[in-house]
């Protein structure tokens, strides 16, 4: 803050964002600190480059008044980010009642029995502003984590082969198997079918030679014919 006799000053320091091809704006705000109507203008010595609103006018007593300075959009950056550009602050005492318009450039000539006061202000650049850094979010509870496949996994197609041909593999063993089962119940079935016939004769050949008695051998081919037929049943 810059303190006078009329005015207060802040800042003293034009503070500007620098970024390129984009306007940049600041404010100033003057406070009368008087009785007294105080005029004021704002001079710079690039007045090209700057836009100041209002760059003169009256700060009514013990008030305050907004100055908006405003840089155009630059096409490239000055060296190490330096400015040299400088503005001047003048502010007078006015008569009571002045306009804005009333304002003439004569009211700020130095003379003798007029004081003018003069405030200077520097520019300077600052680096934009940096944008927040990306937080990660921590995966939610009970949500299983993905899963990626490297490039020595196998892919989707090559996936699908095996999985046809472990398919195959397997139908092939249960055709076997079931094949086998087979061919083991049918000798099954020739066998008893053998050992029936077998039996008849037996019996037959008992019945005449014993007369009608029930002969060992009969009862020892029944029994293993009992169990041949829970084998079968059982597979």
């Not at 704002?42 to 100041?52: A, E, I, S």
């Amino acid at each position: 803050m810059s303190t006078g006799d009329l005015l207060n000053v802040e800042p003293v320091e034009l503070k500007f964002p620098f970024e390129l091809k984009k306007q940049i704006s600041c404010s100033l705000q003057l406070s009368n600190k008087t009785e007294n109507h105080v005029a004021f203008k704002v001079k710079t010595t690039n007045p090209k480059k700057y836009c100041v609103r209002p760059n003169t006018g009256v700060v009514l007593p013990r008030s305050t008044c907004d100055v908006i300075v405003t840089m155009q959009a630059q096409k490239e950056a000055p060296p190490d980010m330096q400015c040299k550009d400088k503005f001047l602050l003048q502010s007078v005492v006015a008569s009571t009642g002045i306009a804005p318009k009333d304002i003439t450039p004569e009211m700020f000539s130095k003379m003798p029995g007029r004081v003018v006061e003069e405030c200077k202000l520097k520019v300077l650049y600052l680096p934009p502003p940096q944008p927040p850094s990306p937080v990660l979010e921590e995966p939610d509870e009970g949500v299983s984590p993905k899963v990626s496949f490297d490039s020595g996994n196998l892919n989707g197609s090559e996936v699908t082969r095996q999985y046809v041909v472990d398919s195959d593999d397997k139908s092939s063993e249960a055709r076997s198997l079931i094949s086998k089962l087979t061919d083991e119940k049918n000798a099954a079935i020739q066998q008893t079918t053998k050992i029936r016939q077998e039996i008849d004769l037996l019996t037959r050949n008992a019945n005449k030679s014993q007369g009608g008695g029930v002969s060992i051998i009969i009862v020892i081919a029944i029994g293993l014919i009992g169990l041949l037929l829970g084998y079968l049943l059982k597979n």
